[in-house]
Each structure stands twice: as structure tokens, then as C-alpha cells.
């Protein structure tokens, strides 16, 4: 099933691999701009005071999920947001006239390796995260530190799709998009107490970003949520990504349906 | 039938200016109920001006649009929610859109077209192979697509169209643009194509040569609806196009002078040269009663043009 999105996958590689130099300064210069990432954890490690109600390690906890799934999120499938380019310029048709899925053409179409150094990176803030954090070790705990990080990722991942599928009825619609993303990314590197009432009630646990990092890092610690949610609710990180990637799935279809092609 | 529509209908909202913040919507209908039914081995032209809705019509027919009524099927199918697997028994050529990938060259988008179809490596050499001596590929096939010329360029797509042994061919405006050579050869190969029969061709044109050299059924569309559907014979018969007589002469014709039977359409070089119109009467009576009239030099009778027929077609909307 996977083969022919691999072989689209090794052509695009290929392809961009042609441009020697400007594939090379794109990979050097998107390893130094994440060093501004590693500025954020070495921040935490020297606070003592607390933020929102929280130790600079717990919150490093919380840093960690998020330095892992918003990269991992970008390199599966951040490349969606070309989806723009082809839809003004009409070579969607291409996409829709071949025997495969719309949307893991594109992914594998327009896939950047280069993006693979940020998720390195990210892996590695988590693991000095879970060293340094004070996690209460149990086997539930064991499956949700391996679980949470994908969860986010596959959160962060519907959110880029359905960012950009509001491509299909509004072309100019990038900012929007990276508003919700990059933005749910910062908020999600924080613990929800640090935000206002509604602000909170509409975005963490409304649009669900606090299951991204938030919930699953206070199940790890042995927290309860300083908010007064239920207990439970710290577990549901998956279930709550599944949902959303299904709807992000049942907006892209609606939009492939909306597509209006170009003239002749 | 391989094809069937029946009243298929696309409309778009176009919004326009109206104020500095009022936007006014407009529905306007692209294909406005198109009803065709194609038979298993035809080759169909479908033409039409621009903006008549041609490329509309093979969009929804290929599954890239989805139409706002009525009903499709291809090859049994319904194209959009059977979309991916339509596209294994259908090639498409879109003229102006490449399903090429712009960096590789195109031995290598050959091969990915393999994967992405799931074809077998026996079937798919031996009709790479077919498709490379007809075409005449060999000397580019190691060439990124984006160096390759437009013709040459256009014979890849061809091919790229045919290797998963589609049941339907869809050919946008193949031949636009192309040099004269390019375009026998593009037409060479779709009659090759067409000739064995096992493949149903529907082709929209610009290039009205390319209809009568390939399509023995000729679909006119205007204003998104069907104004012709029949041979080009029928075409010529019911817009009443003429034959010509043109002579040359060796004296001025004569102002004033008429031939029963047949009318002067134009008189020129100094008189001449005459260009007679046949009403009725049969092209030999007319060139006795011409020779009785005039001195004759030169003479040649010409069939009606195609283009003709097509423009008065156009200009009568």
C-alpha cells in the first residue's frame, strides 16, 4: 500500500536534491534558526520561582511533548500548505486525476527532509525532559510518555491539514493557518494556568491544545490539573487527536470537493 | 455506452466589485445540461469557443470536478466518489498542464507512473516500448522534462496517458501550440490509437484540422450547452455550407454579370480572379456556363471549410 507514496516521496528527494546549493543553505540555515528552541530550555532550568503554578522542570516536561510534536507534525505532513500553490495555479488537477489519495500525494510530493533536524532536536529536549523531570514512573505513565508525543504530533498534524484546506475556497489563507499552528505550538510549550479565563476556555481545552502537552505532562508528574478537571481527562491525549484527525480528514475531503480547477 | 451524461451541469458564483465593501454573486452555469452518450471505440471531438465549457465538461468527466447536476458515468463509474478508481482506466492529457514531474527526466516519470499505477514491469515495458518507436522518444528520454520542447514535451504526456492501458483517452487541446511536424505526429499516433479501437478518445480542439483528420462524430458546445451532436457531414448539411468555383481569367469579369445557379461571392485581383458560390446547380454546369462567359485560365472547385462552418457557428450566439 505505502510503495507508490515512497517512490513519489524518493522522487521528490531527488528532485530537490538537483538544486545542490539551495537545498544545502535551506538545511543549514533551518538547523541554526531552532537553536532559538534550545534558548527556551536552558530559560527553565534556571528558574526558581514558579510559572502558573509550576516548577521550571514540569514545565520542562511540558516543553519537551511539544518541542517533539510540533516538528514531528511539520515533517509529516507541514508540507500540505503548498496546497495554496497548486490550488491557484490549477495543478491540483494533476493530483485529483491520479489513482492515489489527494492528500498523502501532496505530503509526499512536497516532503522536506531537511525539516528532520528540528525533530531530532525536539526528541532530544524531551529526553533530557523525562531525565530531569520529576515523572512518577508506572507502567500507564511508561505508555503515555512513548503515546503523548505522537498524539501531539498527529494533533499539530490535522491542524496544518486543515489550515490548509481553507485553501480550497480562499487562496490567500497562509496567515490564518500559522496563526493556529505556530501559535497553538507556543501555547501548547506552556502550562494553561499561565492564560486568562476565556482565552483558556476557547483555545485549551475548547480547541483541545491542552491535551497536546499540558494534561498528559501533569498525568506524568502525578498532578492534578490546578484547573479542576477531572483526572481522567489527563489520559485522553490520543483519543482526543484521533478526533480531531478526523475531522480534519472530513474537512479536507469537503474541500476537495469544492475545488474549482482554473480556466481551460 | 462507455460515457454517459445526462444533463450535467456546473455552475460557478463569480463575485464582483460592487461598492468599496459590497460584493455582489452571480451564479453563472459553465455546462448548463450537456447530455452525451459515448459508444465504446468512438472518437469524439468536442469543440467549442473559449469559455464554452469544454474543459469544464472533460473535469467532470475525470472526477477533478464535481458537478452541481445532473448525472455521469465513465466506464460504469461515477467519477468523483470513484475518483482513484476511474483513474486507472482513464489517461488524461490536459494541453496546458503537465502530469509530468518538472525535474526528472522522463524515463524516470515513466517508471514513477508504473508505481503510481501498480502496472506490471512486462506490461508496462511493452507499451513503453509501442509508444517509444511511434513517438519517437529515444532521444530525449534521458532529458528533464522542464529542458524538454513543447512537442517534445507533448509526446511524453501522450505516452505518460496511455501506459496503464486506459479504456478512455481524454485529450485537452493536444495539438496547441505545436509546430506543423509536431502535430502530424500527434495526430499520426491518436489515428494509430483510434484505428485499433480498444480505446474511446475524446478530444477538444482549437485546431479544427485535427477533428477532420481524427473524428468522425463532432460534438459543438456553446454557452455550456450542446448545439451540434453528429457527423461533420450533418454539420455541412444543416448550416448549408457550399462548394466554390475560384477561376482565373484571362479578361476582367465583366460588373454586373450573373450565372444562374450560382452566386459571386468575391472578385479580385483587378477582376481577375472570381470566386463563385454554387446555388443549386452542380459544379460542372456552372463551369460550362462560367467557360461560355469568360475567358478561363485557370480553374479548381473547393470543398467547404470546416472552419467556415464553425466561425458562422461562434458568430451566431
Known amino acids: ?68 510534536a510540533f516538528p514531528a507534525a511539520d515533517l509529516a505532513v507541514g508540507s500540505v500548505e503548498r496546497l495554496r500553490v497548486y490550488v491557484r495555479t490549477g495543478l491540483f488537477d494533476a493530483v485529483l486525476l491520479r489513482p492515489l489519495s489527494t492528500l498523502w500525494q501532496l505530503v509526499a510530493m512536497d516532503f522536506a527532509p531537511r525539516r528532520v533536524g528540528r525533530v531530532v532536536q525536539g526528541t532530544a529536549i524531551y529526553v533530557v525532559a523525562l531525565a530531569f523531570a520529576p515523572v512518577q514512573w508506572s507502567v500507564p505513565v511508561a505508555v503515555l510518555v512513548v503515546l ?25 489563507s497562509g496567515e490564518i493557518a500559522n496563526a493556529f499552528t505556530y501559535g497553538g505550538r507556543d501555547m501548547t510549550s506552556y502550562p494553561m494556568t499561565v492564560f486568562g479565563g476565556l482565552f483558556r ?40 487527536s484521533l478526533v480531531v484527525a478526523a475531522l480534519a480528514a472530513w474537512f479536507w475531503r469537503t474541500g476537495v470537493r469544492h475545488y474549482r480547477s482554473t480556466g481551460s | 455506452m462507455i460515457i454517459q451524461t445526462t444533463l450535467l451541469r456546473k455552475d460557478f458564483t463569480v463575485r464582483k466589485k460592487a461598492g ?119 532521444s530525449f528520454m534521458d532529458t528533464p522534462v522542464r529542458q524538454l520542447s513543447l512537442g517534445q514535451r507533448m509526446r511524453g504526456e501522450l505516452t505518460a496517458a496511455l501506459l496503464h492501458g486506459p479504456k478512455v483517452l481524454f485529450l485537452d487541446e493536444p495539438t496547441i501550440g505545436l509546430d506543423v511536424l509536431s502535430k502530424q505526429a500527434v495526430r499520426g499516433f491518436l489515428a494509430e490509437v483510434a484505428a485499433k479501437g480498444d480505446i474511446t478518445v475524446v478530444l477538444t480542439t482549437h485546431d479544427l484540422a485535427d477533428i477532420e483528420k481524427l473524428c468522425r462524430r463532432l460534438v459543438v458546445i456553446d454557452h455550456g450547452r450542446v448545439v451540434h451532436d453528429g457527423t461533420l457531414d450533418e454539420l455541412h448539411a444543416a448550416y448549408q455550407s457550399k462548394r466554390r468555383v475560384v477561376a482565373d481569367l484571362d479578361a476582367p469579369w465583366p460588373d454586373g454579370l450573373t450565372l444562374p445557379g450560382a452566386s459571386v461571392e468575391t472578385v479580385e485581383a483587378e477582376g481577375f480572379r472570381v470566386t463563385l458560390t454554387l446555388e443549386g446547380a452542380t459544379a460542372g454546369e456552372v463551369v460550362a456556363r462560367l467557360a461560355q462567359a469568360v475567358p478561363l ?21
Open chain 1, 1 to 68: 500500500m505505502a510503495s507508490p507514496y515512497r517512490k513519489l516521496l524518493v522522487a521528490q528527494v531527488r528532485s530537490q536534491t538537483q538544486y545542490r546549493v539551495s537545498f544545502g543553505l535551506d538545511l543549514f540555515f533551518s538547523t541554526v534558526l531552532t537553536g532559538l528552541d534550545l534558548a527556551t530550555v536552558w530559560v527553565l532550568f534556571t528558574v526558581n520561582d514558579s510559572l502558573g503554578g509550576f516548577a521550571g522542570r514540569d514545565v520542562l516536561l511540558m516543553v519537551g511533548i511539544a518541542a517533539f
Open chain 1, 148 to 172: 503523548a508525543p505522537l498524539a501531539g504530533a498527529v494533533f499539530f498534524g490535522a491542524l496544518f491539514v486543515a489550515g490548509a484546506t481553507v485553501a480550497f475556497w480562499w487562496i490567500d
Open chain 1, 201 to 240: 476556555r476557547v483555545f485549551a481545552y475548547g480547541m483541545g491544545f491542552a491535551f497536546v502537552a499540558y494534561l498528559p505532562a501533569l498525568a506524568m508528574l502525578g498532578h492534578s490539573d490546578p484547573l479542576g478537571t477531572p483526572d481522567w481527562l489527563r489520559w485522553c491525549s490520543p483519543l482526543t
Open chain 2, 20 to 138: 468599496r465593501f459590497r460584493r455582489t454573486s452571480t451564479t453563472v452555469s459553465a455546462v448548463d445540461g450537456v447530455s452525451l452518450s459515448v459508444a465504446e471505440g468512438e472518437m469524439l471531438g468536442y469543440i467549442g469557443p473559449n469559455g464554452a465549457g469544454k474543459s469544464t465538461t472533460l473535469k467532470m468527466l475525470t472526477g477533478v470536478l464535481t458537478p452541481s447536476g445532473g448525472t455521469v458515468s465513465v466506464c460504469g463509474l461515477t467519477p468523483v466518489p470513484q475518483r482513484t478508481t476511474l483513474a486507472r482506466r482513464i489517461g488524461v492529457v490536459f494541453g496546458q498542464r503537465s502530469q509530468l514531474w518538472w525535474d526528472l527526466p522522463l524515463a524516470e516519470s515513466f517508471t514513477l507512473l508504473r508505481h503510481v499505477y501498480r502496472v506490471s514491469e512486462t506490461e508496462h515495458a511493452a507499451r513503453l516500448r509501442h509508444c517509444r518507436s511511434l513517438l519517437d522518444l529515444d
Open chain 2, 297 to 317: 485560365r485557370d480553374l479548381s472547385v473547393r470543398e467547404p471549410e470546416i472552419e467556415d462552418v464553425v466561425a458562422r457557428l461562434y458568430a451566431g450566439r
